[in-house]
């Protein structure tokens, strides 16, 4: 399968001139274990990207060869230009990375913390302290600079190892799981950040999730399923694949129900933990016609539209929650 997202070449390369991150065949194998098998991607600059998949998927593995921390087994990544494989030192000094567990020193202040990865790029001293500043008011810490980590809460963490990710002005952001083990509300203050990152700066921000909520917040998404590509599209396009509401209905019988409705509507529900489920194309008009021919007493109807969990199982035959709960063990990237 092939994911194409970015303008047309204009070099007549075959690539398009503005693709921050490109991969060709890319594939990674532990022995016998094919963890990421064939990728083929295009993601244009400017662009929030988004991987979205179970966990064990694939997905942090095809991120620690973008980021040049696993050897690429097959295929070939290009990331702001650069080969990953032969030309690792330049990718690295045009991406910025945020891992899903935190890399901070708690005992270190916001300020101090900042100031060491500058130095670690090489940025000069004389723009230093103004560069650190500017990234501190970006992400809301400035009048915490003083404080050390260990007092931040999870949130700014988050928020403070994305800034350490911008330090150095990279043209790729590159999130593991950003918003993992953080509450609804912090959650909304990280995507307001990465919002205004990608606004002011043009930053390509390329992340990593399996929060069905989080992948909403993308230009574009990935479906990524045991190491292979199997959808991609905007959240409205993926779901739109999908097309028909939900309606879930309970009775006091559903079995009767259920014959009732195949005979009189032609359709065919499925039965389920929380009653019978049925795909209509407008679900609200169909629960008048359900209440009418229904020979036994209702309980309760909801109607849902189309979610990215329906887009999962429409191309997996499972939901992405239970795929979590099957999913193999990929062995992480080393830092």
């Known amino acids: ?199 002011e700066r043009g930053v390509t921000v390329f992340l990593t999730t399996h929060q069905l909520e989080e992948a909403e917040n993308c230009d574009r998404i990935a479906i990524m399923d045991e190491g292979r590509l199997v959808g991609d599209g905007t959240p409205r396009e993926l779901k739109a694949i999908v097309g028909a509401d939900l309606v879930t209905l309970r009775t006091d019988d559903d079995s009767a129900a259920a014959r009732t409705i195949r005979e009189r509507l032609g359709l065919d529900p499925d039965a389920g933990a929380d009653g019978l489920r049925i795909r209509a194309t407008d679900g609200a008009t169909l629960v008048p016609r359900l209440c009418a021919v229904l020979p036994v007493p209702v309980r309760a109807v909801t109607v849902t539209p189309p979610t990215l969990d329906d887009v999962f199982l429409h191309y997996t035959g499972r939901t992405i929650r239970e795929a979590d709960d099957v999913a193999p063990a990929f062995p992480a990237p080393r830092r």
Not at 78 to 95: C, K, N, Y
Request: hydrophobic share 40%; with cysteine; net charge positive.
């Open 1 to 199: 399968m092939r994911l194409v997202t970015a303008a047309p070449d204009t070099a007549g390369t075959g690539r398009s001139a503005d693709a921050a991150v490109i991969t060709e065949g890319l594939s990674k194998r532990y022995g016998r274990l094919q963890a990421v098998a064939g990728l083929d991607l295009e993601v244009p600059a400017g662009q929030t990207f988004g991987f979205l998949g179970p966990n064990g998927a694939g997905k942090s593995t095809t991120l620690g060869m973008l980021c040049t921390l696993l050897r690429v087994t097959g295929g070939r990544a290009l990331v702001a230009g650069f080969d990953v494989s032969r030309e690792p030192h330049q990718v690295r000094r045009h991406i910025g990375v945020v891992f899903q567990e935190s890399t901070l020193d708690g005992d270190l202040t916001a300020m101090e913390t900042l100031r060491f990865h500058a130095e670690l790029f090489g940025i000069p001293r004389q723009r230093t302290i103004d560069l650190i500043m500017d990234m501190l008011e970006l992400v809301d810490l400035a009048e915490r600079r003083h404080a050390p980590v260990r007092t931040f809460s999870g949130g700014m963490r988050r928020r403070l190892e994305i800034a350490l990710g911008l330090i150095h002005a990279p043209r790729v952001l590159f999130l593991d799981e950003p918003t993992t083990g953080l509450d609804p509300q912090t959650r909304a203050a990280i995507w307001d950040y990465l919002r205004r990152l990608r606004a």
